[in-house]
Nanobody, 131 residues
């Protein structure tokens, strides 16, 4: 059962934009690493963007400069603004949370945490980009 809830996926043409939202209000903790992952058919789930409790952000090279991860001021929602979308961005997008990651000795960066480290996931929202 999904513990987070995404919304905002859809179909756009290449060059278009979408904004994904994730309800994170269920979880309140002093340190957290939250982010967006995606999985295309036949491929492994990959990290796209991460944000921590100090608003430090990390992006994969494939989306850097095009996608922006953010949170609302109340820390109850997380967003992924996706601009200049390309057909290669087509995938199921998931929001995920790794709570108390500092306690476990991790650094909230795509080079340090992997999908398997995140204990809370949404059900996914599909993004389709046509050429």
């Amino acid at each position: 059962q999904a513990q987070l809830q995404e919304s905002g996926g859809g179909s756009v043409q290449s060059g278009g934009s979408l904004r994904l939202s994730c309800d994170t209000s269920t979880y309140a903790t002093s340190n957290y690493c939250m982010g967006w992952f995606r999985q295309a058919p036949g491929k492994e789930r990959e990290g796209v963007a991460l944000i921590d409790q100090e608003n430090v952000r990390h992006y994969s090279d494939s989306v850097k400069g095009r996608f922006t991860i953010s949170e609302d001021d109340s820390k109850t929602a997380m967003y992924l603004q996706m601009n200049s979308l390309e057909p290669e961005d087509t995938a199921m997008y998931y929001c995920a949370a790794f709570l108390q990651y500092v306690t476990y000795g991790y650094y909230c960066a795509l080079s340090d945490v992997k999908a398997r480290d995140f204990g809370y996931w949404g059900q996914g929202t599909q993004v389709n980009v046509s050429s």
